[in-house]
């Protein structure tokens, strides 16, 4: 009786492991998913214009330095020189999270080692109006790794789509969504 006590609470429990590592991830492919398709989400992207010296002129006309999908035809002017972006005379800091909206789109100003430009975001964009998931494998404890976090902060080559590298601070603290014991 004992015995088949402890078989059924062993049991229990390898089940309750497996059922919260399968909820976990499924829960994690969920959030990630949602992710992607948020208004302001990757699937959201719509183009990406590095500025030129001088007036970069943005719009839906065609023929505009940085043609978008939506807003007016010749929607303004971003002035470009020695490396700093102004739009109406007050300057736009790259990456400061703070985008310029014209129309339904989302124009923000990045910059990528030497590089300053524009990232449209479009809700609308056909990438996420035609998202119907990501594919994955089939869940299971087979493929389950173990690991243990090792921080080794350093500066590590970085290579982007760009073709450019520059140094970036490897991690000290596992990433969002890595699994494994510290």
Known sequence: MVRQAISLLLGAGALLA??????????WRQERAAKLK???GWLSLAGLFWFHEGANRFGKDPTVDIPLPDGEAHAGVFE??????TLNGREIKPDAGDPIHVGR???SVIQR???VGIRVKDPESEARRNF???ESFPI???YRVTARWVAEPRDIPILNVLGQTSPSPSPVTPLSGCRGRN
């Not at 497996?18 to 829960?27: A, C, I, N, Q, R």
Request: proline fraction near 3%; charged fraction near 25%; charge should be negative.
């Open 105 to 107: 789109l989302s124009l």
């Open 113 to 115: 080692s030497d590089k």
């Open 140 to 142: 299971g404890e087979q």
């Open 18 to 27: 497996v059922s919260t590592y399968e909820s976990d991830l499924l829960k």
């Open 80 to 85: 470009f020189h020695n490396g700093k972006a």
């Open 38 to 40: 948020a208004p302001d």
């Open 132 to 134: 119907h998931g990501l």
